[in-house]
């Protein structure tokens, strides 16, 4: 499974943001799809996580600051956020678990992308 995003780059302070990741390959039906963000100096951290079913997960330090949303018939999934901040700068990683098949457990990551949001 590999997992591309894409989206990211410069914004200014109160823009908007729509990350796009697209995981190809043999992802089990049953399974999940998160971003992750690492700030400068900080730990990488959950923004928000969707299953095949469509339930969603949001730390409560994320929950109504970001969305996540994913098309089931390809594996995308989405993150968007409006308002800006330039403390939202980091890179955003894309990331999988399936709960299925021989490989459960499994994750899988993305390369991340960069997002600057600048004052």
């Known amino acids: 499974v590999q997992l591309q995003a894409s989206g990211g780059g410069l914004v200014q302070a109160g823009g908007s943001l729509r990350l796009v990741c697209t995981a190809s390959?043999?992802?089990?039906?049953?399974?999940?799809l998160s971003w992750y963000r690492q700030a400068p100096g900080k730990r990488r951290e959950l923004i928000a996580r969707?299953?095949?079913?469509?339930?969603?997960e949001y730390p409560r330090s994320m929950r109504d600051r970001f969305t996540i949303s994913r098309d089931y018939g390809s594996n995308t999934v989405y993150l968007q956020r409006s308002s800006l901040k330039p403390e939202d700068t980091g890179v955003y990683y894309c990331?999988?678990?399936?709960?299925?098949?021989?490989?459960?457990?499994?994750?899988?990551w993305g390369k991340g992308t960069q997002v600057t949001v600048s004052s």
């Open positions: 390959g043999s992802l089990f039906s049953e399974n999940a």
């Open positions: 969707i299953t095949n079913s469509g339930s969603t």
């Open positions: 990331h999988a678990v399936q709960f299925g098949g021989k490989d459960y457990g499994m994750e899988f």
